[in-house]
């Protein structure tokens, strides 16, 4: 069965410093694996998604993340966070349709950009 | 290109009392989705549509909640009757078919359910 962990409830970072949100899957077949962003009081939107290909996989808003199978891990990064990226941040994982196209979500994390 | 649509986007209702959420999928889009996202939480599947027929409804408390997709379009959730456990957030989403569809999903802005 597909499961996600995403480490860290909640991040805080400087404006214009690295963003970094941890997220590691477990998966019996090849994952696709999805970061969705959450504003408050909003539906989730699919920040960029990894099913076959380039490992690095980039997103809207300058995100972009990794897929490292060695390691199990999705890590969602920007390099520079801006204020309007304070959002709750949601790590998904697919384990392919004949699987039922189930998104399993992790906890997500909050991530908070201080000025 | 319009979004999901959902309504009402809040709901406060008493314990025991029906309640209906629904949910227009974009347009082309032949599988729906129906989320509750509790506070603090990821979001975890109810039911799963693909065109008229569910075809995941395991998560689906069924004792008291149902749901319907009509001429494969646009959605209802209902809930009867409601708990007090029931407070959530009611999304509803949809995608193309196939595995990658399953996972480019779009996502409604959500109903918050306040049962008291």
């Known amino acids: 069965a597909q499961s996600v962990t995403q480490l860290g409830s909640h991040v805080s970072v400087s404006e214009g410093a690295l963003v970094l949100l941890r997220c590691n899957y477990s998966?019996?077949?090849?994952?696709?694996l999805f970061w969705y962003v959450q504003y408050p009081n909003q539906g989730l939107q699919l920040l960029l998604k990894?099913?076959?290909?380039?490992?690095l996989v980039k997103g809207i808003n300058g995100f972009e993340a990794e897929f490292k199978k060695s390691e199990t891990s999705f890590h969602l990064t920007k390099p520079s966070a801006h204020m309007s990226d304070a959002a709750e941040y949601f790590c998904?994982?697919?384990?392919?349709?004949?699987?039922?196209?189930?998104?399993?979500f992790g906890q997500g994390t909050e991530l908070s950009v201080k000025p | 290109e319009a979004g999901v649509v959902q309504s009402p986007r809040y709901k406060i209702i008493e314990k025991k009392q029906p309640v209906a959420f629904w949910c227009n999928p974009i347009?082309?889009?032949?599988?729906l989705y129906w989320y509750r996202q509790n506070l603090g939480q990821g979001p975890e599947l109810l039911i799963r549509?693909?065109?008229?027929?569910?075809?995941?409804d395991s998560q689906l408390p069924k004792d008291r909640f149902s749901a319907e997709r009509l001429k494969g379009v646009d959605s209802t959730l209902k809930i009867q009757p409601a708990e007090l456990g029931d407070s959530a957030v009611y999304l509803c989403?949809?995608?193309?078919?196939?595995?990658?569809?399953?996972?480019?999903?779009?996502f409604g802005p959500g109903t918050r359910l306040t049962v008291l």
């Open positions: 989403a949809s995608s193309l078919d196939g595995a990658e569809g399953a996972g480019a999903q779009y």
């Open positions: 998966s019996s077949v090849p994952p696709y």
């Open positions: 990894y099913t076959t290909g380039a490992t």
């Open positions: 998904a994982v697919v384990g392919g349709y004949n699987q039922g196209g189930k998104l399993i």
């Open positions: 347009s082309g889009h032949n599988t």
């Open positions: 549509y693909e065109n008229e027929e569910a075809v995941d």
